[in-house]
């Protein structure tokens, strides 16, 4: 081996070279060399847990602290007569100035406020006044001393929900039979007479009106036939409908004529179903038009049979119940059927726009800062009817019952 090898060749150490420029440029993560993935895509049918309902009115229970005895606001409401004036007097509201809706309907709101019959339930008596059996006696005495008629409503709503009993001022019921125009003056003053002697008893006496002044009643639905309540096929009318309008839906009579009323008194139900028999063989004769018989002074049937009315009854009741249904529909939205006063209300109003937002509303330079009102279900549907006074029929029918939170204001709550 030679000697001139030495240890430089076989030497590990070697000298650094020179690092390699890179045109790479440099990632904008701390941790490139990490496994990246995309998010998992939840699917759409199937939501977050914590998420709740949009549709949910309230989805916490309510602290139950004691029970509303009394509705009333002003303590001056201690006799019914105050409060039947008051019921009616808060019945809607004002129609605001923003309402979006045109002079059209503007008309047909405060036509169809204005033909309503000046009724109040007995239930939404109770409601304002604590006590309920000086109600009771107070609505006795005053019926007996002519003051205050009481109506029956048979066949509408069942159970809790039915609507029985209706009181009205008989100076109320005389103002809206002197205004009919379709009644002679001697007409008016008999049935005056009749409405103010005969206090207690609902159905018209004997010989009082001939077939003529019955058939001129009915027309303008101050008369009905209480035997056909139930077999009506209209339940609920229009106010300026005349005589379907009222307890009972009587719609064919005001298109008979005095001839065939008198011609068809002394006929029987069996030729109803003789013509409705003819009608569907197909006969080449014309159908009579069908109308329910109207007593005459001959016939079976006396005068006794018809009952005293206001017309437009049906729209009063149509509203009544679609009203209590609408309020008892939002409340079943919660999860315990309950809800704070104040979000039932908003519920009730629809979000329209409020005092305070629309003088925010002004200030910033803005001319919209909620629903408008004619676009709502309270304007829409219920003309205007107030909260308050649907919240009241409603308690004082035993279908809601209002507490107090001690945390939220007074809660309602769906029995």
Known sequence: MPFTFTAAHSSRITKPR?????????????????????PIQRSASKPELLEVDADDLFHDHLDDVGLVACLATDLSLRDVVPVMKYIRSHMFDDIPERSGMNSTRTAEVLNFRRLLPPIVTNAHVHALIKSPTLVEREIGELTSAGLVRKIVVPGRGVGRSSISDALVLVEDWDQLVRTAAVLGTDLIDKYVQQLRTASLSPT????????TEVSQLMRAGFLSAPSQALNSPNVFSRPMDGSSGTLTSIVSIARANSASLAASSSQGPGREARNSGSASSGASRPQEPHFPTIPSAGSTRNVGDLQLALPSTGAFLKLLHEARTHLLSILGKSKFREAPLYLLRERWDGGVETAEQAARSSNYGRSFAGVLPGRTRKWKHFYGLRFDWVLEECAGAGLVEVFETGSVGRGVRAL
Request: zero cysteines; proline letters at 7%.
């Open 18 to 38: 020179a690092k390699k420029i890179s045109l790479k440029r440099a990632a904008s993560t701390p941790f490139p060399k990490l496994n990246q993935r995309k």
């Open 204 to 211: 018209v006496t004997r010989g009082v009106f001939d077939a």
